[in-house]
């Protein structure tokens, strides 16, 4: 079973950045990729962004330019760089591992595993 550890939230000023981190470590790493969702309360979770286990990024149309998603092999680690927040940024972020991550027209596609493997989420706050 992977686990998967995320940091690098905080409060943060408009117009901003954050680089959020997700760690995986586990005894089999072997999912086809990764994501980072977000999720205000009382909503449902947003897709932001997915990278495959060959490199591959992909990103929900409302986060191309200013999410910049990268992954580390040695590391285990995916990163995610946030630029020019917004307060509707706000929000707690999670990484996952998928079974599915690719772009199919402008839309982005993901597949959770059965059951789902989530990180404890690493708050982000866009307020002055």
């Known amino acids: 079973q992977v686990q998967l550890v995320e940091s690098g939230g905080g409060l943060v000023q408009p117009g901003g950045s954050l680089r959020l981190s997700c760690a995986a470590s586990?005894?089999?790493?072997?999912?086809?990729?990764i994501g980072w969702f977000r999720q205000v309360p009382g909503k449902k979770r947003e897709e932001v962004s997915c990278?495959?286990?060959?490199?591959?990024?992909h990103y929900a149309p409302s986060m191309k330019g200013r999410f910049t998603i990268t992954g580390d092999k040695t590391k285990k680690t995916v990163d995610l760089q946030i630029n020019a927040l917004k307060p509707e940024d706000t929000a707690v972020y999670y990484c996952?591992?998928?079974?599915?991550?690719?772009?199919?027209?402008?839309?982005?596609?993901?597949?959770?595993?059965?059951?789902?493997?989530w990180g404890q989420g690493t708050q982000v706050t866009v307020s002055s």
């Open positions: 996952t591992t998928l079974r599915l991550c690719f772009t199919a027209g402008s839309a982005l596609v993901t597949a959770l595993y059965d059951p789902p493997v």
């Open positions: 586990g005894p089999r790493l072997d999912y086809r990729a």
């Open positions: 990278i495959t286990s060959d490199g591959a990024t």
